[in-house]
């Protein structure tokens, strides 16, 4: 067990549909990372949010947006739904600086959202 | 942009076999490495991490990877594996980009070990 929580574990909806994805991190990580794991395209990075702030953005579709609340669980929203967003979605968190550089990361088990 | 390469999509071996699992990368400036491992039914979990200082790196269950800068190349080895290895890894690279550090992933090598 990481101490990374996600919520829910496995979620089907419909296309043109919005869910929202949620993450807990480890106590005391400032940092949190979301992935989107899918067959084609293997483990892609999306965002990361430091202390409540964006701090890096990967390959992540302008339907999808994320954010860190103030007890730093964070929610990834995901709206307009294609086929092609069903993946594995990730989420991990990390302490100290919330650089990727030094820290280690911490993953989730995952939501596994399928689109109909 | 960055990008990572595993050569090895599908690795099957026999216990007690030597394991290496190639990865390389492309990027032309300072970068940090990793391999992670996910077991069957379980989370990505950090097997070891490159940042500076001896290239061969030691992680965690016996398993070392090797950064040698001319070659782009951080390849996994494993002297002896087990039935437990049996696995999915990957490696990943993160490289600066603007003021941040962005994770790039490889595809993963899944990794059956036979009993």
């Known amino acids: 067990d990481s101490g990374v929580t996600q919520t829910p574990k496995h979620l089907i909806t419909a296309t043109g549909q919005r869910v929202t994805l949620r993450c807990s991190p480890r106590s005391g990580d400032l940092s949190v990372y979301w992935y989107q794991q899918s067959l084609d395209q293997g483990l892609q990075f999306l965002i990361q949010?430091?202390?409540?702030?964006?701090?890096a953005k990967g390959n992540i579709l302008e339907r999808f947006s994320a954010q860190q609340f103030p007890d730093l669980h964070s929610e990834l929203n995901l709206s307009s739904l294609e086929l092609g967003d069903s993946a594995l979605y990730f989420c991990?968190?990390?302490?100290?600086?919330?650089?990727?550089?030094?820290?280690?990361?911490?993953f989730g088990p995952g939501t596994r959202l399928t689109v109909l | 942009a960055q990008s990572v390469s595993q050569h090895n999509h599908h690795v099957i071996l026999s216990e007690a076999a030597s394991l290496e699992l190639g990865c390389n990368y492309s990027y032309g400036g300072t970068v940090n490495l990793f391999w992670y491992v996910q077991y069957p039914g379980q989370h990505l979990q950090l097997l070891l991490k490159?940042?500076?200082?001896?290239?061969l790196v030691k992680g965690i269950k016996g398993f070392e990877a090797e950064f040698i800068k001319s070659k782009f190349s951080f390849n996994l080895r494993k002297p002896s594996v087990q039935w437990s290895d049996t696995a999915e890894y990957f490696c990943a690279v993160n490289a600066q980009t603007g003021g941040s550090y962005i994770p790039t992933f490889g595809r993963g090598t899944s990794l059956i070990v036979h009993p």
């Open positions: 949010y430091y202390n409540g702030e964006e701090r």
């Open positions: 490159y940042f500076s200082g001896d290239p």
């Open positions: 991990a968190s990390s302490g100290a600086s919330g650089s990727y550089r030094t820290d280690t990361q911490y």
